[in-house]
Nanobody, 122 residues
């Protein structure tokens, strides 16, 4: 079973940046980032295939967030720039068990991390 550990969350002012990391215990395939704000359902943020030829982003983060991966380190990153208060949420990384498209659907992912809190203040 793949273990995923997120890090890099924290408190930042609006307009600031954070970089989230997701370290996997073994080789992974398509990876995704999701987030869940208080009182809201979990939503898709970004995904990346292996190899990193395809990416997918939610409309709300396009142009501000960038997903990338370092396969040698079994790590996926989410660079978040120009953060907005609406980005405040717990961010989760997720992994599939094989080669697949960068799906927006949470059911497509088999393994999940525990999440890291991102808080954007005004």
């Amino acid at each position: 079973q793949v273990q995923l550990v997120e890090s890099g969350g924290g408190l930042v002012q609006a307009g600031g940046s954070l970089r989230l990391s997701c370290a996997a215990s073994e080789r992974t395939f398509t990876m995704g980032w999701f987030r869940q704000a208080p009182g809201k359902e979990r939503e898709f943020v970004a995904a990346i295939t292996r190899p990193a030829t395809n990416t997918n982003y939610a409309d709300s983060v396009k142009g501000r967030f960038t997903i990338s991966r370092d396969n040698a380190k079994n790590t996926v990153y989410l660079q978040m720039d120009n953060l907005e208060p609406e980005d405040t949420a717990v961010y989760y990384c997720a992994s599939t068990t094989g080669y697949s498209t960068p799906s927006v659907a949470s059911w497509a992912y088999n393994y999940w991390g525990q999440g890291t809190q991102v808080t954007v203040s005004t």
